[in-house]
Nanobody
Framework: QVQLVESGGGLIQTGGSLRLSCAAS?????????MDWYRQAPGKQRNFVAR???????YYAESVKGRFTLSTDAAKNTLYLQMDSLIPEDTAVYLC?????????WGQGTQVTVSS
């Protein structure tokens, strides 16, 4: 059974940093074709944040480019999102998503709140 568990969210002041983790179980990390971070603010739609596409590379939403960095630790089956220079507009629930063999899996999310 596939499970994605996010952690690392919290309350942070403007300009601060957080590192989110997405621990994956039940997946073969070497066969995951795409790993994403999305975010969803209250009352708004879910928006793309960052993606690691195997054999293609990493890319980011314009709103986070230069501030957020996606990385992985294959030995731990974990996806990370380093978030620097946080601003109130970054406040949202952050969710990870992984695609493997035609199946898509989502975590439950971790709340990030940036105070002004």
């Amino acid at each position: 059974q596939v499970q994605l568990v996010e952690s690392g969210g919290g309350l942070i002041q403007t300009g601060g940093s957080l590192r989110l983790s997405c621990a994956a179980s039940g997946v073969d990390f070497s066969r995951v074709s795409q790993m994403d971070w999305y975010r969803q603010a209250p009352g708004k739609q879910r928006n793309f944040v960052a993606r690691l596409a195997r054999n293609i590379g990493t890319y980011y939403a314009e709103s986070v480019k230069g501030r957020f960095t996606l990385s992985t630790d294959a030995a731990k089956n974990t996806l990370y999102l380093q978030m620097d220079s946080l601003i109130p507009e970054d406040t949202a629930v952050y969710l990870c998503k992984m695609d493997q063999s035609g199946q898509t899996y989502w975590g439950q999310g971790t709340q990030v709140t940036v105070s002004s």
